[in-house]
């Protein structure tokens, strides 16, 4: 079993920037590949960005290319996205997950393991 716990989400203003972190315990944690999802409400749970398990590889969806970044630090057991110049659009729950599998996957039904969710909002 994985625990994974989000944090760092909150209200802020279009333009600004937040950094998600994702806390896990449990296994190994370098033995995952993480990803970020986030669902609006009404709205299907969207891929968002995927680290590989050396923080070595990363994979974004097209629409936060250039604006959202992941990370990890597998030393602290813990996976980050940094989100820039954000915009109301990106108003969600944003989840962390965990997955084995040796590709990169966009797809809910591969990973293995979620947080609980952090909310965001922004505001314009």
């Known amino acids: 079993q994985v625990q994974l716990v989000e944090s760092g989400g909150g209200l802020v203003q279009a333009g600004g920037s937040l950094r998600l972190s994702c806390a896990a315990s449990?296994?190994?944690?370098?033995?995952?590949?993480m990803g970020w999802f986030r669902q609006a409400p009404g709205k299907e749970r969207e891929f968002v960005a995927a680290?590989?398990?050396?923080?070595?590889?990363?994979y974004y969806a097209d629409s936060r290319k250039g604006r959202f970044t992941i990370s990890r630090d597998n030393a602290k057991n813990t996976v980050y996205l940094q989100m820039n110049s954000l915009k109301p659009e990106d108003t969600a729950v944003y989840y962390c997950?965990?997955?084995?599998?040796?590709?990169?996957?966009?797809?809910?039904?591969?990973?293995?393991?979620w947080g609980q969710g952090t909310q965001v909002t922004v505001s314009s």
């Open positions: 449990g296994r190994t944690f370098s033995d995952y590949a």
């Open positions: 680290i590989s398990r050396t923080g070595g590889s990363t």
């Open positions: 997950a965990a997955h084995r599998l040796p590709f990169f996957t966009v797809a809910t039904v591969d990973y293995d393991y």
